[in-house]
């Protein structure tokens, strides 16, 4: 399921494209702390060791009921730490649970954590794509809702990262980034640029924007042999 038309995804494209190495200052820090949580998640016991445990609850960014409740959203989290938490549906209604509310932003942040593929649902993101047509999450959505909106995020970073414009846009964030560029998946480089160029995004009207290079594709050689694709799973 595709979340953009071309136009629009070549709008998203571009933008992410003229800020991204400002984008990859701000969110230098994330990246890092997401990358040394990767690193102990399968190693620690979450339920207990507590340095862990801080870093995770200001990583999620975790407030209120659900900071109330941390223990046993620790005890839920070393339960699935080892698997993919069962997918968002599931994961939402865990977390959920324990607040009687939709944890969007903390349910997908836990299954990013699990599964680096996935992408993050946070308020940068579901600020910044409308802009370019992509239908809004409010504040407080329905389940059902929420994890409906979930399903066009995931097709929609699908969509973006075979994208031959991609390609040129990670590559500047990249490059900024630094070292802990080469230990991030492409979705969550993704995620990371969503949520820190929103705002950068909204002062590009006054900014000199830098178009995207043009990706050059070769012509195909009529005389060679056809080749079978097949689809990934």
Do not use: N
Request: charged residues 25%.
């Amino acid at each position: 399921m595709t979340g953009l038309d071309g136009a629009q995804l070549a709008r998203l494209l571009r933008d992410l494209h003229a800020t991204a190495a400002a984008a990859a200052q701000r969110a230098a820090q994330s990246a890092r702390t997401y990358l040394w949580l990767r690193a102990r998640l399968r190693d620690t016991d979450v339920s207990t060791d507590r340095p862990f445990q801080d870093r995770l609850c200001t990583h999620f960014a975790m407030r209120g009921k659900l900071r109330a409740r941390r223990s046993e959203f620790f005890a839920w989290f070393d339960s699935v730490r080892t698997g993919d938490g069962g997918g968002f549906d599931s994961v939402l209604v865990a977390v959920s649970r324990l607040t009687g509310q939709v944890e969007k932003s903390v349910a997908s942040q836990a299954l990013a954590l699990l599964d680096p593929q996935r992408p993050v649902i946070d308020r940068g993101v579901r600020e910044l794509l409308p802009r370019y047509g992509f239908e809004a999450l409010g504040e407080a959505p329905e389940f059902d809702a929420c994890t409906a909106y979930y399903r066009r995020l995931d097709g929609l970073f699908a969509q973006a990262l075979k994208d031959p414009r991609w390609a040129p846009v990670q590559q500047r964030f990249d490059a900024e980034l630094g070292d802990a560029a080469d230990a991030l998946h492409p979705a969550r480089k993704l995620y990371l640029l969503l949520s820190h160029s929103r705002r950068l995004i909204a002062l590009l009207p006054a900014l000199q924007r830098q178009p995207v290079p043009a990706v050059v594709v070769a012509a195909a050689d009529p005389a060679a042999p056809k080749a079978r694709l097949h689809l990934c799973r």
